[in-house]
């Protein structure tokens, strides 16, 4: 059994060990072992050329990120979390992204920024919002959320390869799940959603924080006669729009799980595709499961209130299937 | 003409059994129409008036050529409205096809102004007056009518209306499973299933006939698609034993043949194989929802017929079992259902019987896979090393290559395979 | 104990069985030798009903091991002369 802290970790290594060119920094990411734990020994393995303490500057650590992978390095910074990255927009949106187009062709950026997203643990509207919604906005980005033991293990090995930026969003719910990791588990794509529940009656799409929410939906409903089939998106930039417009094909009815807020949100993106391309595939209207839109609460009952629940999935699946 | 077929483009009426002036009811027999490969009735989709018969018997039309005209009249108010019905049907005919124009119908100038004021079509509004004269009550009772089953206006979903068209449903006859909501894929199917159910087939073939239409299935199957062909011998070892060993403990009705197993072990493959299950339409590949498993029975006079085991993968081998028995005597005495001519999403035929060992088939479109099954022979065969005699069968699959590549179809053969190997769980 | 099977009972129990499959003609017709499945075209399900009649008229069942007994009306009426002694 291994945590998806520890596949994350061991991710790190594989990158470490494997091409000379990467770093990672960030703050606390050294000395501390970072903020939720994950580069724990790593400073000691690999000594502080490779694992750089920074200042708390998201934009400067950002920057500089950008600059080292300008230079031919391979940089992987930490940003703490989601809400903090926002420091660091600029670097992000104005350089990261568009220096491949400004310089046509040119200067690549490859980049990656690992960051925690989602709420859960009470730590309340300054730390818990889930925004990778927004970065998938973007062009210019590849956005992945690894949701599983073999994709916290796999897909930052792959963003490494990546000549262009990739950001990849940790649930900060997920670091202390545990689960079976093959001894073998290495990279994995990071262009494709994946079918983590085959099922006829009703497609259940999540990602990273709201899978697990999705299956256990699922099996709540397979009790009761519903046969959902649940997709995980994993990357969400650029979207896998024909493994998403394959499972309505199936199903012929859409719950989309989000911890982004409704409005705009990626849910949206994928409420708008499926009416776009497989309206006559509907036989019920699409249905969301979202974040309410509030900032995240920090009390306990108020934060379970305002996010994506089981029953409020099994309610929506239940509503499409009628 | 309504098509009785994926393959039927045209028919005959053989026989009609209401004439002008008759009053129907909804799902009354109104005529037996001829596909070639079996005599089918065809049921009234609404209640009236038959005003015209337009196609004679022996004529052969295209499908969707309109039979009849239907008129919602004084017919209508004798028989009483059925209980599916929520208010008088416009006129329509049979099946889903628009009637040809109505004649200009005779009104007073007031009237004329009311239903133009109320956006009624008069020549869609029945008189009731002198000379077939359109009153006032008339337009009054067309917008009640309007008012109380929205023509064209009804909740249903987009899937489901894209289904009642392939299906042949019209979606004025659906209602919804609860009353106030919209229409979904599940009250087309069920409409389509009900109306299979009520549409026995009454006249059996003339073998010439039918030899001509396996003859034009086949060629289109044969010039259309391009097969591929693949084949697997099956150690029946444990199934054979497993099958003694069931029979030595029921009563002789509920004896097992190796066949049931055969069918469940392809019906459970299948379902895990969309690519293999479904029909080819307009140039793409539509996956079945369930899989309805059409079984190739060779008639005694000649000829064919596939009758259809609806959702295979869902049945017992027992139940399997009981269904293909009936499934044969459908075939055999010429009582085949709508659903045996339509539904099929796959079909395995099983020449064991005839001791051939394996039959590399020809596809039934618009399916797009074949799986065949040759003799159970006992042969020498290979176990844990040593040379021993087992009862072996060969199954081959004859897929599209359009829906389908080698690789999948070799996996669902294997999945047959080693389905095989486990009978207790079938 | 049911007195055995005389040789005229037993052909009347297996034409009994054996209708719809062929005329009572055809019946007569075949040779006491002939295989029954071959010559009139039985499918296992056809032959599973011939058995599952059999039975139904004599009372007791007849396992598959004994199918073989069945292959022709001489081997059958045998079979079914010898079962009842």
Same mark, same amino acid.
């Given at each position: 059994?291994?945590?998806?802290r520890?596949?994350l @970790?061991a991710?790190?290594?594989?990158a470490?060990e494997h091409?000379?060119?990467?770093f990672?920094?960030?703050?606390?990411?050294?000395?501390?072992?970072g903020?939720?734990?994950v580069?724990?020994g790593?400073?000691?393995e690999?000594?502080?050329d490779r694992?750089?303490?920074t200042p708390l500057s998201?934009?400067a650590?950002?920057?500089?990120?950008?600059g080292?992978?300008?230079?031919?390095?391979?940089?992987?910074?930490?940003?703490?979390t989601?809400?903090?990255?926002?420091?660091?927009?600029?670097?992000?949106?104005?350089n990261a992204?568009?220096?491949?187009?400004m310089?046509?062709?040119?200067?690549?950026?490859p980049?990656?920024?690992r960051m925690?997203?989602?709420a859960?643990r009470q730590?309340?509207?300054q730390?818990s919002h889930?925004?990778?919604?927004?970065?998938?906005?973007?062009?210019g980005?590849r956005?992945?959320a690894?949701?599983t033991?073999e994709d916290a293990?796999?897909?930052?090995? +792959?963003?490494v390869?990546d000549?262009?930026?990739?950001?990849?969003?940790e649930?900060?719910?997920?670091?202390n799940?545990?689960?079976e990791?093959a001894p073998?588990?290495?990279?994995?794509d990071i262009?494709?959603a994946?079918?983590?529940r085959p099922?006829t009656?009703v497609t259940l799409i999540?990602?990273?924080?709201?899978?697990r929410t999705?299956?256990?939906?699922a099996?709540?409903?397979?009790?009761?006669g519903?046969d959902?089939?649940?997709?995980d998106l994993? +990357?969400?930039?650029?979207l896998?729009?024909?493994?998403?417009?394959d499972?309505?094909?199936? +199903?012929? @009815?859409?719950?989309v799980?989000?911890?982004?807020w409704r409005s705009?949100?990626?849910?949206?993106e994928?409420a708008? @595709?499926?009416a776009?391309?497989?309206l006559y595939e509907?036989?019920?209207?699409?249905?969301?499961?979202?974040?309410?839109?509030?900032p995240i609460?920090y009390a306990?009952q108020l934060?379970h209130?305002a996010?994506?629940q089981?029953?409020d999935v099994?309610?929506?699946a239940?509503?499409?299937v009628g | 003409?309504?098509?009785?077929?994926?393959?039927?483009?045209?028919?005959t009426?053989?026989e009609?059994l209401?004439?002008a002036?008759?009053?129907?009811?909804k799902? /009354?027999?109104v005529?037996v129409?001829?596909?070639d490969?079996?005599a089918?009735?065809?049921?009234?989709f609404?209640s009236?008036t038959?005003?015209?018969v =337009?196609v004679?018997?022996g004529s052969?039309v295209p499908v969707?050529?309109p039979?009849?005209?239907?008129a919602?009249g004084?017919g209508?108010? $004798?028989?009483?409205p059925?209980?599916?019905?929520?208010?008088?049907?416009?006129?329509?005919?049979?099946h889903?096809?628009?009637?040809p124009p109505a004649?200009?119908?005779l009104?007073?100038?007031?009237?004329?102004k009311f239903?133009?004021e109320s956006?009624?079509?008069?020549?869609?509004?029945?008189?009731s007056?002198?000379d077939?004269?359109?009153?006032?009550?008339?337009?009054?009772?067309?917008?009640?009518?309007?008012?109380?089953?929205?023509a064209?206006?009804v909740?249903?979903?987009p899937?489901a209306?894209k289904l009642?068209t392939e299906?042949?449903?019209?979606?004025?006859s *659906?209602?919804?499973?609860q009353?106030?909501?919209?229409?979904?894929?599940?009250?087309?199917r069920?409409?389509?299933q009900r109306?299979? $159910?009520?549409?026995?087939?009454?006249h059996?073939?003339d073998?010439?006939?039918?030899?001509?239409?396996?003859g034009?299935?086949?060629?289109r199957?044969?010039?259309?698609?391009?097969?591929?062909y *693949?084949s697997t011998?099956i /150690?029946?070892?444990t199934?054979?034993?497993? *099958?003694?060993?069931?029979?030595?403990?029921?009563?002789?009705?509920?004896r097992?043949?190796?066949?049931? =197993?055969?069918l469940?072990a392809t019906?459970?493959?299948?379902?895990?194989a969309p690519?293999?299950n479904?029909h080819?339409v307009?140039?793409?590949?539509?996956p079945? /929802?369930s899989?309805?498993?059409g079984?190739a029975?060779?008639?005694r006079?000649?000829g064919?017929?596939?009758?259809?085991i609806?959702d295979?993968?869902?049945?017992s081998a027992?139940e399997?079992?009981?269904?293909?028995r009936?499934?044969?005597?459908?075939?055999r005495t010429?009582a085949?259902?709508?659903?045996d001519?339509?539904?099929?999403?796959?079909?395995?035929?099983n020449?064991g019987d005839?001791?051939?060992e394996?039959?590399?088939?020809?596809?039934y479109p618009?399916q797009?896979?074949?799986?065949g099954?040759?003799?159970?022979?006992s042969?020498p065969w290979a176990?844990d090393?040593l *040379?021993?005699?087992?009862?072996?069968?060969?199954?081959?699959?004859s897929?599209d290559h359009r829906?389908?590549?080698g690789a999948?179809g070799a996996?669902?053969?294997?999945?047959i395979?080693?389905?095989l190997?486990?009978p207790?769980e079938? | 104990?049911?007195?055995?099977?005389?040789?005229a009972?037993a052909?009347?129990?297996?034409h009994?069985?054996l209708?719809g499959?062929?005329s009572e003609?055809?019946?007569?017709q075949l040779?006491?030798s002939?295989?029954?499945r071959?010559?009139?075209?039985?499918?296992?399900?056809?032959?599973l009903t011939?058995?599952e009649r059999?039975s139904e008229q004599?009372?007791?069942?007849?396992?598959?091991?004994d199918?073989d007994?069945?292959?022709?009306l001489?081997?059958?009426a045998?079979f079914?002369?010898?079962?009842?002694?």
């Amino acid at each position: 059994m291994t945590t998806y802290r520890e596949a994350l @970790r061991a991710g790190l290594r594989d990158a470490l060990e494997h091409d000379e060119r990467t770093f990672l920094m960030g703050e606390d990411v050294g000395r501390y072992g970072g903020c939720f734990a994950v580069s724990l020994g790593l400073l000691e393995e690999f000594g502080p050329d490779r694992v750089r303490d920074t200042p708390l500057s998201e934009s400067a650590f950002v920057g500089a990120g950008i600059g080292a992978a300008l230079g031919g390095m391979r940089p992987i910074v930490e940003i703490m979390t989601v809400n903090f990255s926002l420091l660091a927009l600029d670097q992000i949106l104005n350089n990261a992204a568009t220096l491949l187009h400004m310089s046509g062709g040119q200067l690549n950026v490859p980049l990656v920024i690992r960051m925690t997203t989602g709420a859960g643990r009470q730590l309340a509207a300054q730390h818990s919002h889930s925004l990778e919604g927004w970065y998938a906005h973007i062009p210019g980005l590849r956005i992945v959320a690894p949701a599983t033991m073999e994709d916290a293990r796999g897909m930052l090995w +792959t963003a490494v390869q990546d000549p262009d930026p990739v950001l990849l969003f940790e649930h900060g719910t997920l670091y202390n799940v545990s689960g079976e990791l093959a001894p073998d588990a290495g990279a994995v794509d990071i262009d494709h959603a994946v079918i983590r529940r085959p099922g006829t009656d009703v497609t259940l799409i999540a990602y990273g924080g709201t899978l697990r929410t999705a299956l256990d939906a699922a099996g709540e409903l397979a009790d009761s006669g519903v046969d959902a089939e649940v997709l995980d998106l994993r +990357t969400l930039r650029p979207l896998d729009e024909p493994a998403i417009l394959d499972s309505i094909a199936r +199903t012929h @009815r859409l719950v989309v799980v989000d911890e982004g807020w409704r409005s705009g949100s990626l849910s949206a993106e994928i409420a708008a @595709r499926v009416a776009e391309k497989a309206l006559y595939e509907l036989d019920a209207p699409i249905e969301r499961v979202c974040t309410a839109e509030v900032p995240i609460p920090y009390a306990q009952q108020l934060e379970h209130a305002a996010l994506p629940q089981q029953a409020d999935v099994v309610a929506a699946a239940r509503r499409a299937v009628g | 003409m309504p098509a009785l077929g994926a393959d039927m483009t045209e028919g005959t009426v053989l026989e009609w059994l209401v004439k002008a002036g008759d009053t129907v009811r909804k799902g /009354d027999i109104v005529a037996v129409v001829d596909t070639d490969k079996a005599a089918i009735e065809v049921e009234c989709f609404t209640s009236g008036t038959v005003s015209a018969v =337009l196609v004679p018997v022996g004529s052969r039309v295209p499908v969707g050529t309109p039979l009849a005209v239907l008129a919602a009249g004084p017919g209508m108010t $004798e028989v009483g409205p059925t209980q599916d019905e929520r208010g008088p049907a416009p006129e329509t005919v049979p099946h889903v096809e628009p009637g040809p124009p109505a004649e200009v119908r005779l009104a007073t100038p007031p009237t004329r102004k009311f239903a133009a004021e109320s956006g009624v079509d008069l020549t869609t509004v029945h008189g009731s007056g002198r000379d077939g004269r359109v009153t006032h009550a008339d337009v009054a009772r067309a917008i009640a009518a309007r008012t109380s089953l929205p023509a064209g206006r009804v909740r249903i979903s987009p899937y489901a209306r894209k289904l009642a068209t392939e299906l042949g449903v019209a979606v004025s006859s *659906l209602s919804p499973t609860q009353a106030r909501r919209a229409i979904h894929a599940r009250d087309v199917r069920a409409a389509a299933q009900r109306r299979a $159910e009520r549409a026995p087939v009454r006249h059996s073939q003339d073998a010439e006939a039918m030899r001509r239409a396996i003859g034009a299935l086949m060629a289109r199957a044969k010039r259309e698609i391009p097969h591929y062909y *693949l084949s697997t011998t099956i /150690d029946l070892h444990t199934a054979v034993e497993w *099958l003694r060993e069931h029979n030595l403990h029921v009563p002789i009705p509920e004896r097992l043949l190796p066949a049931a =197993l055969l069918l469940k072990a392809t019906a459970l493959a299948a379902r895990r194989a969309p690519q293999l299950n479904g029909h080819w339409v307009d140039d793409s590949f539509r996956p079945a /929802d369930s899989v309805h498993l059409g079984t190739a029975v060779a008639l005694r006079g000649g000829g064919l017929l596939t009758p259809v085991i609806l959702d295979a993968a869902d049945r017992s081998a027992s139940e399997l079992m009981a269904e293909l028995r009936a499934a044969v005597t459908r075939a055999r005495t010429g009582a085949l259902r709508s659903t045996d001519l339509t539904a099929g999403t796959i079909t395995v035929t099983n020449l064991g019987d005839n001791g051939v060992e394996s039959v590399h088939g020809v596809i039934y479109p618009p399916q797009v896979a074949l799986v065949g099954f040759g003799a159970i022979t006992s042969r020498p065969w290979a176990v844990d090393g040593l *040379l021993g005699v087992r009862p072996l069968v060969t199954a081959t699959l004859s897929a599209d290559h359009r829906a389908s590549d080698g690789a999948t179809g070799a996996r669902f053969l294997s999945r047959i395979a080693a389905l095989l190997q486990q009978p207790e769980e079938l | 104990m049911t007195p055995p099977l005389t040789r005229a009972e037993a052909k009347s129990a297996l034409h009994a069985a054996l209708a719809g499959f062929a005329s009572e003609a055809e019946l007569e017709q075949l040779s006491p030798s002939e295989n029954l499945r071959e010559a009139l075209e039985l499918d296992s399900m056809d032959f599973l009903t011939f058995v599952e009649r059999l039975s139904e008229q004599l009372g007791r069942r007849i396992e598959e091991d004994d199918y073989d007994h069945l292959a022709t009306l001489d081997s059958a009426a045998d079979f079914l002369g010898e079962a009842h002694r």
